[in-house]
């Protein structure tokens, strides 16, 4: 079905204008899955490419791994997963530090992220390989789970039963490589995906404002200003660009030649949202990055305006828009964040500790 999506998208629109948390970049399978500091659960949700990129982007999920689990066969692929005979799920293993994230903060989200009355699959993917379910650890997450299951049938929040099954774990086989981490190698293709499949539609018409995920237990709170102070704070092109999903013009703005060290954060929100460690001149006229500082404070969507098809960046908590994410960029992460500067402030190094982003500082100790 995945497939059949993308051939749908018959053509894709490349115009002008990731530093996510680097411990979830950096540390390989193996080095999360040997810190006994960390605690897994596993969960189906449909796709597993969503849920991966769903819980990666929860405070204190430190890895989801996308893979099979559920059926019989030893070291299934995709294709005989995807085949439905094997009696796998396609699902995720979340490695996550309990002393940031409850167990039943990771289950609330979980629902929040599913259809979970649907026991035919997710969504546009149908088949008992793509059903939703939680596989318990132990007997301590099978109380939890059930529990929680059943606060969420007492709700009535569905007409429907809820049909999640809990089941318990058995073995994890973790997914051909490609599909890891699938929605940052193509983030392009996965955003169609995600697009057409019909989940964010479903979540956002359930739950609203109450998808919000859980906030980190530390960390400063970023808030959008009411409409008045945000005509008073910004200037004209500043509002024009991070309110009316604007552009400014190419190499005639402050930020696309700038090469101090520091970051730059949400001109509404002052949000931290990247790094001049990752920024690199991409020859278009705008300040280009290959990776967010905080892929949390990124929020990705697909924009057809123009008669084109592009992935649009916005804030997360001021929802300003920032700009475009291309394929084109260079490695490591293949990809180019083209920023409008008139959405971003930049902080240098030299002001992170007054200006209340202290925790920063220790990137540039090297330079």
């Known amino acids: 079905m995945k497939n059949l999506l993308f051939i749908m998208v018959a053509l894709i629109f490349i115009g002008g204008c990731q530093k996510s948390d680097k411990i979830q970049q950096e540390l390989s399978s193996e080095m999360v899955k040997g810190d006994t500091n960390y605690s897994k659960a596993t969960f189906a949700g449909g796709c597993f490419w969503c849920s991966e990129a769903d819980f990666e982007k929860l405070p204190g999920v430190v890895k989801a791994i996308s893979g099979y689990t559920g059926g019989s066969q030893e070291k299934p692929t995709y294709e005989q997963v995807s085949s439905g005979m094997t009696g796998h799920l396609e699902a995720v293993q979340v490695y996550y530090d309990p002393s940031k994230i409850t167990y039943e903060e990771l289950l609330n989200f979980f629902w929040k992220h599913i259809d979970p009355t649907d026991s035919g699959g997710q969504f546009v993917d149908r088949g ?163 990776t967010p500082l905080e892929r949390n404070n990124i929020v990705e969507r697909v924009d057809k305006s123009f008669f084109m098809s592009r992935t649009e960046v916005r804030s997360k908590h001021g929802d300003s828009h920032l700009g475009h994410v291309f394929d084109d960029g260079p490695k490591p992460t293949g990809l180019r964040y083209c920023i409008n500067s008139a959405a971003l402030r930049f902080i240098p190094k030299e002001n992170l500790g007054k200006e209340g982003y202290g925790k920063y500082q220790k990137l540039f100790m090297k330079k």
């Open 128 to 290: 008992p390989q793509y059903r939703s379910a939680i596989f318990y650890h132990d007997e301590e997450q099978k109380r939890i789970a059930e529990t929680s299951k059943e606060s969420l049938n007492r709700s009535k929040k569905f007409d429907r039963p809820i049909a999640t099954e809990i089941l318990r774990f058995t073995k994890f086989y973790e997914a051909e490589e490609y599909h890891q981490d699938y929605y940052k190698k193509h983030s392009l293709k996965y955003n169609f995906y995600r697009s057409g499949s019909g989940r964010d539609q479903f979540i956002n018409k359930t739950w609203g404002k109450e998808v919000e995920s859980p906030k980190s237990k530390q960390g400063q709170v970023y808030k959008r200003p009411d409409p008045a102070t945000l005509r008073e704070k910004l200037t004209p092109l500043q509002y024009e660009v991070t309110q009316k999903d604007g552009t400014e013009p190419a190499f005639q703005n402050e930020y696309w030649n700038n090469k101090r060290d520091g970051i730059y954060v949400d001109i509404v929100s002052g949000e931290p949202l990247f790094s001049s460690l990752d920024k690199y001149d991409s020859k278009t006229g705008w300040p280009s990055f290959t």
